[in-house]
C-alpha cells in the first residue's frame, strides 16, 4: 500500500472512531472524498502529480527497523538506507522544495539526511510548549501546521490524535514525504493531514459537541482579511473549556493600536492586521474567550529564519533594511511575534 493510501486510510479510521461519540465528526467524512480530491486534482495544481509521483518513489519502509523521536530539535526518522538510498532519497526530497518548517532527520549517524529548513521550528516550539495545557491524551488540531513539524512535536508531547490542517499543495506532499519513513507499523502515530483551510471545516453549534481539546494556530492570523472571523473558527473547533495557542506577528501600542501594511509587509503581499499585544487580548475576549493571556513576546532572529540548502530563496535577512535591520525593507518594525494562550467558556 502506498504511504499516501495508508495515510488516507488511518485518517478515514479516526474519523470512524470519532464519529461514534462526536457526531460532527461525520461531517468531516462526509467532506473527506471532495477535501482529498481537491488536493490531487491537476486542473487546481498543476504540479500535484509531480509531487505524487515523488513520495511514491520513496524507498519502501517495508521490513526495515524504524525508530523515532518526536521530542527532539529535529524530528528524526532513526532507519537503514543504503548509500544509494541516501543519494535517491536526497535528490526525491530535493525537488519539494521549499522546506520552510522543520528540520527533519532520516537515516542513521553518518547515513541520514538533514531537511535544514528555513525556520527552525523547535524554537517556537521550546517557547509555547512551556505555557500550554498538558497534551497527554489530548486531541490536537494545528490549524495552518504547514508540513506537519510542530504536529509530530505535539504526538512528542503525549497528544492522543493530532490532525494537521492546511490549504498547501506542497504542504501536503511534503507531509506525506516524511510520513513514509513511518512505514506501515503495526501501531502508526496518529498524526494526520487534512489539505483544507479552517473556513471550509464543519462548524457546529452544539455546545461541547466539538472534536478537540487543544487548537493551535500559529503564523496563520495575519494572513487573514478577517481576524474576528478567523477567531470564532478556532473557537468553534474547540471543546467546552478547551484551549487556544495562538502565535501572530504584533507590534507594540496599547489597545487600539493596529498595524495595517499599505503593500507588502517584509516581502509578504498578504499581511492585513498586526495588532498590538493589548489589542489582540481584546480580539480575543470579543470573540469569547477567557483567561486570556501572552506568554511570550520573541523578535525573530537570523538563527530561528535563514536560507539554506532546503530553502535557498529570500529569507528574513532579505526582508529587512540593509541599513537599520530593527525595520522591515518597507519601513515597518521588524517581525516580533507574540503567543497568547485562552480558553474557550
Wanted: with cysteine.
Amino acid at each position: 500500500m502506498s504511504t499516501i493510501t495508508q495515510a488516507e486510510k488511518e485518517l478515514y479510521l479516526t474519523l470512524l472512531d470519532l464519529a461514534q461519540k462526536y457526531p460532527i465528526a461525520n461531517d468531516w467524512l462526509a467532506n473527506l472524498p471532495n477535501w482529498l480530491a481537491h488536493i490531487k486534482d491537476k486542473a487546481r495544481y498543476a504540479n500535484a502529480p509531480y509531487y505524487q509521483s515523488v513520495v511514491e518513489r520513496l524507498p519502501n519502509m517495508d521490513g526495515k527497523t524504524i525508530r523515532t523521536d518526536f521530542t527532539a530539535q529535529n524530528i528524526t526518522f532513526d532507519v537503514p538506507l543504503s548509500q544509494g538510498e541516501i543519494k535517491q532519497t536526497t535528490a526525491l526530497l530535493k525537488n519539494l522544495m521549499p522546506w520552510r518548517k522543520g528540520g527533519f532527520v532520516i537515516g542513521q549517524g553518518e547515513q541520514s539526511i538533514h531537511i535544514d529548513t528555513e525556520w527552525r521550528s523547535d524554537l517556537k516550539w521550546d517557547r509555547v510548549l512551556p505555557f500550554i495545557s498538558d497534551l497527554t491524551d489530548k486531541r490536537v488540531l494545528d490549524v495552518g501546521g504547514g508540513s506537519g513539524y510542530h504536529g509530530w512535536r505535539m504526538l512528542g508531547a503525549g497528544a492522543k490524535t493530532v490532525v494537521v490542517i492546511d490549504p498547501s499543495c506542497l504542504f501536503y506532499y511534503q507531509f506525506m514525504a516524511i510520513r513514509n519513513f513511518v512505514g506501515s507499523l503495526n501501531n502508526p502515530p496518529n498524526l494526520h493531514f487534512i489539505p483544507v483551510a479552517l473556513e471550509n471545516l464543519p462548524f457546529t453549534t452544539e455546545n461541547n459537541k466539538q472534536l478537540f481539546h487543544t487548537v493551535f494556530c500559529m503564523g496563520v492570523l495575519y494572513h487573514r482579511a478577517s481576524p474576528f472571523d478567523c477567531l470564532l473558527q478556532l473557537k468553534n473547533q474547540l471543546l467546552k473549556g478547551g484551549e487556544l495557542v495562538l502565535e501572530t506577528l504584533v507590534v507594540d501600542g496599547d489597545e487600539n493600536t493596529v498595524l495595517v501594511p499599505k503593500d507588502r509587509y517584509a516581502q509578504m503581499n498578504n499581511v492585513y492586521f498586526l495588532p498590538s499585544v493589548p489589542a489582540l487580548t481584546l480580539w480575543l475576549q470579543k470573540a469569547g474567550f477567557v483567561d486570556v493571556k501572552c506568554v511570550d513576546v520573541n523578535v525573530t532572529t537570523f538563527d530561528e529564519q535563514r536560507k539554506t540548502a532546503w530553502m535557498d530563496y529570500h529569507s528574513l535577512a532579505d526582508f529587512l533594511d540593509p541599513n537599520d535591520n530593527s525595520k522591515t525593507l518597507e519601513g515597518y518594525p521588524r517581525p516580533k511575534r507574540a503567543v497568547m494562550v485562552a480558553k474557550k467558556l
